[in-house]
């Protein structure tokens, strides 16, 4: 009997510590393997590409511009700033459809200001209202104006003396209004082979230094009573350039012009360069030139390539 009790006791103690071992063991049938590592491809979150509409920058709202009209830059709100004025021209009926030629226009001394009137408004400015006003250009051409400020010159030189010697860099209003330029003949439809530069005086001497720098980019040039850098005639040579100088200039010098057109004859020119001189006449002959049908018609017929 007493027997039988320690076998009770024993199997009392015991069996609390079998179930504790039994438990703590592996199970029949379990998954004994253990979890992999979540590797950081596992647990980094999935990316989603970004589209070229997420990453391009956005487009200025082409039609913030009314076509057929002057559209001042100071009341543009959603193009890009610059720090000197320009007004800009939308042809007629303008359709993205279409590439349009684009006329840069750059005007002389006597519409510097900030008021960005003076530089379309002029009698100067005759060209521009030329096209505004004829039937065949009014919906076929983009026109480009910016306004020089009192206190700087598109071209660092002495007009008076004609020709320059060209500095490394633009002045600092030439390179502002390039960047204009730039800006919009991207952001609008323009054809680039027929991309025009037109300049009175001081801008004539600013159509020069365009050129020069960069001889690529546009098909032709009327330059009126404004001189360039002689040492450019080999690298402008083959540019279609109309020349325009009054042989009595007291202001700019007719001498200067009559330099650069046979020094770009020198370089090879042929009748791509014309100069037209105005015997008895003096620096104010930008009515004139800008009211000629020809001079219209000459210049839109240019192209590149």
């Given at each position: 009997m007493k027997r039988f009790l320690s076998l009770f006791l024993c199997a009392l103690i015991l069996l609390p510590v079998l179930a504790a071992c039994a438990d703590s063991g592996p199970r029949t049938g379990a998954d004994t393997t253990a979890a992999p590592a979540r590797t950081e491809a596992q647990t980094a979150p999935e990316t989603v590409p970004e589209t070229e509409a997420e990453t391009a920058p956005p487009a200025p709202a082409v039609t913030e511009l009314k076509a057929g009209a002057w559209n001042n830059s100071n009341t543009l709100k959603e193009a890009q700033k610059f720090s000197i004025p320009y007004q800009i021209y939308l042809p007629v009926d303008y359709?993205?459809?279409?590439?349009?030629?684009?006329?840069?226009?750059?005007?002389?001394?006597?519409?510097?200001?900030?008021?960005?009137?003076?530089?379309i408004s002029?009698?100067?400015?005759?060209?521009?209202?030329?096209?505004?006003?004829?039937?065949?250009?009014?919906?076929?051409?983009?026109?480009?104006?910016?306004q020089c400020s009192t206190a700087t010159q598109w071209v660092s030189c002495d007009y008076k003396v004609g020709n320059y010697?060209?500095?490394?860099?633009?002045?600092?209003?030439?390179?502002?209004?390039?960047?204009?330029?730039?800006?919009?003949?991207?952001?609008?439809?323009?054809?680039p082979a027929r991309y025009y530069l037109y300049g009175n005086s001081m801008g004539g001497f600013a159509c020069w230094d365009l050129m020069a720098r960069f001889p690529d980019r546009f098909a032709a040039a009327v330059i009126v009573a404004g001189c360039g850098d002689l040492a450019k005639a080999p690298e402008i040579k083959d540019l279609a350039i109309w020349i325009h100088h009054g042989t009595v200039d007291p202001t700019v010098?007719?001498?200067g012009?009559?330099?650069?057109?046979?020094?770009?004859?020198?370089?090879?020119?042929?009748?791509?360069?014309?100069?037209?001189?105005?015997?008895?006449?003096?620096?104010?002959?930008?009515?004139?030139?800008?009211?000629?049908?020809?001079?219209?018609?000459?210049?839109?017929?240019?192209?590149?390539?």
């Open positions: 359709t993205p459809e279409k590439n349009y030629p684009v006329l840069f226009y750059l005007h002389g001394n006597g519409s510097r200001g900030t008021n960005n009137t003076t530089q002029n009698d100067s400015a005759e060209i521009l209202k030329r096209i505004r006003a004829n039937a065949a250009y009014k919906g076929e051409v983009i026109m480009i104006a910016p010697t060209s500095t490394a860099k633009p002045a600092a209003c030439l390179q502002t209004a390039i960047e204009i330029f730039d800006y919009w003949t991207a952001m609008l439809s323009t054809d010098p007719y001498s012009n009559e330099k650069m057109y046979n020094a770009l004859k020198e370089a090879g020119a042929g009748d791509n360069v014309i100069l037209t001189s105005y015997p008895g006449k003096g620096h104010t002959i930008f009515k004139e030139v800008g009211a000629s049908s020809a001079v219209l018609k000459w210049l839109f017929e240019q192209k590149k390539g």
